[in-house]
């Protein structure tokens, strides 16, 4: 299985990449690539760097099986355009990880619709990677809104 590991550009997400980095130790056979930021931690059972340029950002997820990542819209939106299975782990306030919860809600918003598969913790992580063959990607998104969507905004803006 190849896993690609995204945490963004803006912090390391150090609990996210320990648990990953355990998980590769126990299973080994997948291949992991990561992409880390400025981490405190540096993993030892896959292969990572700090930052990425968007074209090799690019092959990694095309190539990918599986994404794994902090709950970051960028990096959700790719999956849903691309039709990949996301595991979506957000960083918690109480952990330092960021200055509030919004990864918490955009998680949650994301899970209850179907989109995205969302571990809050290592165990729940782990429950996902053991079984990351039967994860599905949710239907392809396109580029832009719905038409009936362009037209009930500009409906809403007239009135």
């Known amino acids: 299985m190849k896993i690609f590991v995204v945490v963004g550009t ?4 150090d609990r996210m990449i320990k648990a990953i980095d355990k998980w590769a130790g126990d299973n080994p ?7 880390i930021s400025h981490a405190g931690y540096l993993p030892v059972n896959m292969e990572y760097t700090d930052f990425i340029t968007p074209d090799i950002f690019d092959q990694r997820f095309n190539e990918a099986d599986l994404i794994v990542s902090h709950a970051g ?4 939106i790719s999956a849903l355009r691309n039709s990949k ?15 509030n919860d919004h990864q918490i809600a955009t998680a949650q918003s994301f ?26 990607a949710a239907p392809a998104i396109g ?10 905004l500009r409906q809403f803006i007239e009135d």
Do not use: C, W
Request: charged residues 15%; aromatic residues 12%.
């Open 29 to 35: 056979g997948n291949e992991i690539y990561a992409q």
């Open 111 to 136: 899970e209850k619709l179907g989109f995205v598969n969302a571990a809050y913790t290592d165990l729940e992580l782990f429950g996902f990677l053991n079984n990351a063959s039967s994860l599905t």
């Open 10 to 13: 803006q912090e390391p997400f």
């Open 85 to 99: 299975p996301i595991v979506v782990m957000p960083r918690f306030a109480q952990y330092h990880e960021h200055r």
């Open 143 to 152: 580029p832009a809104a719905s038409p009936a969507l362009i037209a009930k």
């Open 73 to 76: 819209m960028g990096t959700i």
